[in-house]
């Protein structure tokens, strides 16, 4: 979309809001989307088909009886233009409509959308639910009001292109979605944070691009309103204006999927490639591969009510399916879309390339081991992972949060084999502010901005030209690490008191002993040991079980247990417990875990960072990667904070003290006006 049509959509969308307003009182605010956006479409395809309406009428006239469905689609299709998979049947129009008794509006309409072809009918009727709104605008007697708004205007291609109009749907969205309270980054991206990544995804691809008779299959497995999908057709079509560019989508949003399907069938695409369901659980596309592949799936939503399914396919199929890598948590299926797209991965000389935007939770949550970093590990063991671009906060419609994008390949260039880079574009140099807020959107990347991003990632730039301080390459093994159990031996100190014993009574296994028991247990330990301080654990026990035999009390070991529990108390001071082999037993709460780089030996790690600080530590060696049954477990995390931090020192203390004695005189001034 050129700058220069910007105020038309403005405006447009502005009319169009506009319409929604005579819905106030009929309708709850919620409710607005449900009728504009499925006339606005109506209202598109009316205008394509207006100027083809005779030849399809006179085409569906002569369908020899009995024809089967598939063949008056050909037939019908061919009539209503090249490229448009759409029809109509009804000699009516809105301009016909329009002209008629306003009182037989509600029943005309109805007629006119069941004379649509069946791939458009489905759509008003199942997704959009529409003539339940067309029912209630009847009731209500503002029908013909807002259908003769809409006749106003003039949605035909040669008047609002098909770019415009994907413009047109996401600001009524977004405003539709405001009023409501609901989640306007569930249906789409901003504009330019696609941009960006169609323009990372074919950066480097300008050779393969501008051959003659080439063929590129893009998909969105989240496409929403179908923004994604038409902004890399665009760009590709600018490389080279003979592309033959085939779009593919699944969406679980009826009003989305609806929009979007509507748009495929507008614009010559095959609109049965756009599929509607949970792309997770029902994958639409099957075996399909893909040249590129593109999604910002939704942020931290769980998927609990769809685990089963996804669970029994990563524990029956295991590498053969989509999530064999592992799963992530319930609360974030961000990691599996991400899956979901490399399993459609082309296995030729091109390969595949895959765009995606999610926010930080995929670069570091979870430790070795978890689904999340068994999934990272994958990826980055395999050396899919070509770069990650940090975006500045707020440029979203429905959250500031930081975002992502990560840029994957199977066919990375021979400069990139085992290397990942990070681009740094959260700084002020790649973002302007709004003059007005959309939502919670108050950035933007400008195209001078986008540019150079493009620019950093194109070129591989790792620090030069004075670009380290956003650009950085690492080797794929830098974010991995072993993550080793450091234990500490048990000391404890046994005291004999009042209140010992009476922390022995509460303990579970001493509870359940009769009254006599426990009086003859407490008395033993009480009548010798009384006030005294054990320091060795062997000791203590040796002098206790000596009493008990001598009293004659025998004590099964969950009972010595709650006494050793009850009585002990650890102190650094005491001796080292240790098991009947002698060898010292370790504290659990003492228990750390350090995280070893990859590249480093764990015993060179452990002598410099943890002996010189713990000399009675030790490494538990049989905690181990099921993997390589190596010491330690290895897992993978991309933390951004620490490759590019910048310190900012603090304020001098003699301004800071400046500052509050300016404060305190204000503060005293104003309490003298109050008084006064």
Excluded at 78 to 85: E, L, P, T, Y
Excluded at 294 to 311: A, C, E, F, R, T
Excluded at 397 to 412: A, E, S
């Amino acid at each position: 979309m050129t700058a220069s049509a910007t105020p038309d959509i403005k405006s447009l969308s502005g009319f169009v809001w506009s319409i929604a307003e005579i819905l106030r009182g009929d309708f709850k605010q919620s409710e607005y989307g449900k009728v504009i956006l499925p006339f606005v479409v109506m209202r598109r395809l009316d205008c394509i088909l207006e100027p083809t309406k005779t030849a399809v009428l006179a085409a569906h006239k002569s369908l020899p009886k009995g024809v089967d469905e598939e063949t008056q689609d050909m037939i019908l299709f061919g009539a209503a233009g090249d490229g448009i998979k759409v029809y109509n049947t009804s000699e009516l129009t809105f301009d016909k409509l329009r002209g008629q008794d306003a009182r037989q509006l509600h029943a005309n309409l109805i007629d006119y959308i069941r004379c649509f072809s069946p791939n458009v009918r489905d759509i008003f009727l199942e997704k959009f639910l529409f003539t339940e709104q067309l029912k209630r605008l009847n009731d209500g007697k503002i029908l013909w009001q807002v259908f003769e708004r809409f006749c106003e205007i003039d949605l035909h291609p040669s008047a609002v292109t098909n770019i415009e109009m994907g413009y047109l749907f996401e600001e009524l969205i977004r405003r539709f979605s405001e009023i409501s309270n609901e989640t306007a980054g569930e249906h789409f991206t901003p504009r330019e944070v696609i941009r960006l990544i169609v323009e990372l995804l074919i950066a480097n691809d300008d050779t393969k691009l501008t051959r003659r008779g080439i063929i590129r299959q893009i998909y969105d497995p989240a496409c929403g309103t179908g923004g994604m999908l038409a902004l890399a057709e665009e760009a590709l079509k600018r490389f080279n204006d003979s592309i033959r560019v085939e779009l593919f989508g699944q969406e679980l949003n009826g009003e989305s999927f609806g929009i979007c399907k509507s748009d495929m069938l507008v614009t010559g695409h095959n609109p049965e490639q756009i599929a509607f369901g949970n792309t997770l659980t029902d994958d639409a596309h099957g075996n399909r591969k893909f040249h590129y592949m593109l999604s910002n799936p939704p942020y931290g939503v769980d998927w609990k009510k769809y685990q089963d399914p996804i669970k029994a396919e990563a524990a029956n199929q295991g590498h053969a399916g989509r999530f064999g890598a592992g799963t992530p948590r319930i609360s974030d299926g961000q990691l599996l879309f991400l899956q979901h797209m490399i399993s459609k991965m082309r296995d030729d000389e091109d390969g595949s390339r895959i765009g995606i935007v999610m926010n930080g939770s995929p670069l570091f949550t979870g430790g070795a081991g978890s689904g999340e970093s068994e999934i990272r590990r994958w990826m980055l063991e395999n050396d899919w992972v070509e770069a990650i671009v940090a975006l500045p906060t707020d440029l979203f419609y429905n959250t500031g949060i930081q975002t992502y994008v990560w840029l994957l390949t199977n066919r990375k260039p021979k400069a990139r084999e085992g290397k990942v880079q990070l681009i740094d574009a959260s700084g002020e140099r790649f973002w302007t502010g709004m003059r007005k807020s959309l939502g919670s959107k108050r950035r933007e990347i400008p195209e001078t901005a986008r540019d150079q991003i493009v620019r950093l990632y194109a070129d591989f730039l790792n620090g030069e030209s004075g670009e380290g301080d956003v650009a950085k390459i690492f080797d794929t093994s830098d974010f991995g690490y072993r993550e080793i159990r450091v234990e500490r031996p048990l000391r404890l100190r046994f005291d004999v008191t009042e209140e010992t014993l009476n922390a022995l009574s509460g303990q579970k296994a001493f509870e359940k002993l009769d009254a006599a028991e426990q009086d003859a247990i407490r008395s033993t330990i009480a009548s010798p040991f009384s006030g005294q301080s054990f320091t060795d654990r062997a000791v203590f026990l040796k002098a206790l079980n000596k009493a008990l035999k001598a009293k004659g009390i025998k004590v099964g070991s969950p009972v010595m247990k709650a006494i050793v529990e009850a009585l002990g108390a650890r102190d650094e001071t005491a001796e080292i417990c240790r098991d009947k082999d002698g060898n010292p037993e370790p504290d659990t709460q003492l228990r750390d875990h350090e995280l070893v780089p990859l590249k480093e030996d764990w015993r060179d790690y452990f002598a410099r960072e943890v002996k010189p600080f713990a000399p009675d530590a030790w490494v538990d060696q049989s905690y181990t990667d099921d993997s390589d049954k190596q010491v330690g477990r290895v897992g993978y995390e991309i933390n951004f904070n620490r490759y590019f931090y910048t310190y900012t020192p603090p304020r001098p203390l003699e301004e800071i003290d400046a500052e509050l004695k300016t404060l305190e005189a204000d503060i005293a001034a104003l309490l003298k006006e109050v008084v006064a």
